[in-house]
């Protein structure tokens, strides 16, 4: 199994562009979920969906949008990128609808916009 | 909302025992979550305590304490590939809050 997959591994964008982070997981999870991690902030939540077609936002959404078309992939959108969304971005799933089962994390984007 | 409190960094040498706290303030509460962290690398999951009491997993425990709104994770044993950061987490029915992390330091 290769459990949660992102891709890329590592981005620049310039300010304005937009791009999409792929997120795949082949566990069969139901709930997948958007952080990013800032040195000194913890990873905060962007976005979370506990199962196919449902989305909700987390802590932190503004300038990011998600979908989830089907259970296995949780793609995250930039719309139009900020140096402010300089950051290292992880994708992680969960059994069940629940965060609360133990995460598995993906291997991370790191993304710097300039 | 949820907040979190623990301490930013912990220092310890090989073969001790050490003990990383965490408070929190939170509403719907679910359990506590404790996570590990290499530097670089992406988080894995430790523990978790939806009651009270002691969880023990190998050289690694974690206690949650809901009256208090407290848990700590306690490590045993500490060897040198124990130095990373350590994040506790409260879950809500939806949602995982992290703390903003400690670092463990392990010295020969």
């Known amino acids: 199994n290769a459990g949660v997959t992102q891709t890329p591994k590592f981005q620049v964008l310039k300010t304005g562009q937009s791009m999409t982070l792929q997120c795949a997981q082949d566990?069969?999870?139901?709930?997948m979920s958007w952080y990013r991690q800032d040195p000194g902030m913890g990873l905060r939540l962007i976005h979370y969906?506990?199962?196919?077609?449902?989305?909700d936002q987390g802590e932190v959404p503004n300038g990011y949008n998600v979908s989830r078309s089907t259970t296995e992939d949780f793609p995250l959108r930039l719309l139009s990128a900020a140096p402010s969304q300089t950051s290292v971005y992880f994708c992680?799933?969960?059994?069940?609808?629940?965060?609360?089962?133990?995460?598995?994390f993906g291997s991370g984007t790191r993304l710097t916009v300039v | 909302g949820q907040s979190l409190e623990q301490p930013s960094e912990v220092t310890a040498v090989e073969g001790a025992i050490v003990q990383i706290n965490c408070t929190y303030q939170?509403?719907?509460?679910?359990?506590l979550s404790w996570y590990q962290q290499h530097d670089g690398g992406a988080p894995t999951f430790l523990s978790y305590?939806?009651?009270?009491g002691l969880e023990e997993t190998g050289r690694f425990s974690s206690f949650l304490s809901r009256s208090d709104s407290y848990g700590y994770l306690l490590l045993q044993e500490l060897q040198m590939k124990d130095s990373a950061s350590y994040f506790c987490?409260?879950?809500?029915?939806?949602?995982?809050?992290f703390g903003k992390g400690t670092m463990l330091l392990v010295s020969p």
């Open positions: 992680a799933s969960s059994q069940g609808n629940s965060p609360n089962y133990g995460y598995t």
């Open positions: 566990m069969n999870h139901e709930y």
């Open positions: 969906s506990v199962g196919a077609g449902i989305t």
């Open positions: 939170t509403s719907g509460f679910y359990g």
């Open positions: 305590n939806a009651l009270d």
């Open positions: 987490a409260v879950g809500s029915r939806s949602t995982l809050t």
